[in-house]
């Protein structure tokens, strides 16, 4: 075997690697487009709308779609990058949301109020305090994260924070997201201080959220590792500036991550040697993203990563009607990292049902419907009927006659009387169960006016259950004494 189907061979066992080497080879080829490219970047942005424009009417006219559909694929009036295909909606990101509130009012309540002394806030309150003393030393760790030096230093931030905060909270919560929020914050300022004393050889002192922020880009970098981000590129040259019309490029999340790292850490070592003399605190967004992917590993964060992303693979392929083999692959790679993940077994159950009824189809169909019956009993509901009118079979007793009651509440009579009439016929059926779902059954049909079925159930159930406490209403209801 040669030495690069060797090396292909493990990358197709260990898929991650894989992942992560092409992230890194597109981060590589970026930066050297850059600087091959750089003596034509005039020349490119005034070019550029009018071979984007051309491209759009090429394509039009090959592949039949109107301009406009096209347009709006590739075109976006956001000004700053963000996550795309963003599936985790549920909730809202309110740490995230918070710490952008309280940024701003500090900085339009306090630091820009007349009858507040700034003075007395950057000699306190920035780390370290140009006036260090026992009492603000301590503190101002934490409250340089909420100052900032100027309006494009907070919303800079800011917007910073809003792409990032928002995707990492609603996958960790709010507890762990404020508590690294801040350890990152911290590590990042202690980064800046020490940095900048050794080669600088005096204190530092720094201000802004950029560092926490950074900290937070590194759990994303390792949460979110697999998620796709839009970079706006102006198409517009100048006029961009009224009308803020960018080129979505897609980029791999890890690619913009690794990109940023790079440019800190060039502009860090350009800042200790003396050829950058920007305040910008490069050290202090090291520190933070460091620190944030270190404290993320040490958490575990990577494994929710692999599932989700194998998630989102075999839901797409699943969904598209192609591929199933690797949906398939992928979606089993989920379900070993989370053995109760609802959504991959859903779509596992479709894929092993989708030409031909299997055993292994079923048992996906029915655990996903144990799960999510815990917690969304309507989506419960939709699911089994699914599994229904394709297994026609019930689930387990219990869950079952949970199902029927789950209908019967939503006034689909219907299924209610299916599922206890599957309970009351099934010799599988616990007797207190079946005793219950028999007497049920006969109600329910009489309730959708099915009386001769109703019957049939009464009569059943005297005979099967001669000393249930229900045999008087159910010989009332059979007009016997």
Known sequence: ???????????????????????????????WLREFLSGFIGLFILLFPVFFLLYIRLKAASSGESATDLLKQHITFMPFMYAEGERKKEGIAWA??????????????IELNPLIDTEFLFNN????????????????????????????????NMIFLWVVGTVVERRIGWQKF???????????????????????????????ASGAIAGIMGIFAVRCYFK??????????????????????????????????????????GQISGENFSNIGHWA??????????????????????????????????????GLGEAEHSLRIALEKNPNNSEALLHLARIKSKFTLTDEGRDFY????????????????????????????????MLQYRLAGIFYKSKDLDMASRCL?????????????????????????????LNEAAKGFYSHFLEAFPQSSAVPKAKAKLGKA
């Open 1 to 31: 075997m040669s030495g690069f189907e060797s090396i292909s061979n493990y990358f197709k066992r260990h898929e991650e690697q894989a992942f992560i080497v092409k992230a890194s080879l597109t981060i590589f080829l970026i930066i």
């Open 96 to 109: 995230t949301y918070s710490i952008i509130l309280v940024n701003i009012v500090i900085f339009y309540g």
């Open 125 to 156: 309150f920035m780390f370290i305090p140009e006036k260090p003393v026992l009492w603000n030393t301590p503190i101002s760790a934490f409250t340089a994260i909420f100052l900032h030096g100027s309006d494009f230093h907070l919303w800079g």
């Open 178 to 208: 404020l508590l690294l929020y801040f350890i990152t914050g911290l590590l990042a300022g202690l980064a800046y201080i020490t940095i900048h004393y050794i080669f600088m050889g005096e204190v530092g002192h720094a201000l802004g």
């Open 228 to 269: 796709s981000m839009v970079f706006p590129l102006p198409i517009l040259g100048i006029f961009s500036l009224i009308l803020p019309v960018s080129l979505k490029v897609r980029l791999n999340s890890l690619v913009i991550m690794g990109l940023f790292f790079l440019l800190d850490l060039s502009g860090g070592i």
């Open 285 to 322: 967004h090291i520190g933070g993203m460091v620190g944030g992917m270190t404290l993320a590993g040490f958490m575990g964060l990577g494994k929710g990563a692999i599932e989700e992303r194998h998630l989102e693979i075999g839901i797409n392929a699943s969904n598209e009607g192609i």
């Open 366 to 397: 029915q655990k996903a419907i144990q799960i999510v019956a815990a917690s969304k009993p309507q989506e419960a509901a939709a699911l089994y009927r699914e599994y229904y009118s394709k297994y026609l079979k019930g689930v387990e007793p």
């Open 421 to 449: 009439e599957i309970l009351a016929n099934s010799a599988n059926t616990p007797p207190e169960i079946r005793e219950r779902s028999m007497f049920q059954c006969a109600m329910v049909l009489e309730e959708m006016g």
